[in-house]
């Protein structure tokens, strides 16, 4: 896992959530921690998937870059199937 090497620019994050029921979230973050409690507290910041589908277990991070890139990075591993999101989350 990546570290922010601490400059002035922020350091965006690809994350990957396990869900409750089985299901796995994929987001993007500058503080994945802070996201993650987001997600967790289930109030008006947390997604809307994983509302309701508790406990979570945040299972991947990678820092990326820039939001951009972070973005291009959430989208490819949204098209991964079931079987490679979990063999990228065994990788880390």
Known sequence: MSKNSGSSQ???????????????????????????REHQLQGPRAAKYVRGRLPLKLVYQQEIGTRSEASKEEFRIKALSRAQKLALIRQE
């Open 10 to 36: 922020v350091g965006w994050w690809v994350y990957l959530i396990a869900c409750g029921d089985g299901s796995l979230y994929t987001g993007i973050a500058t503080d994945v921690g802070r996201r993650f």
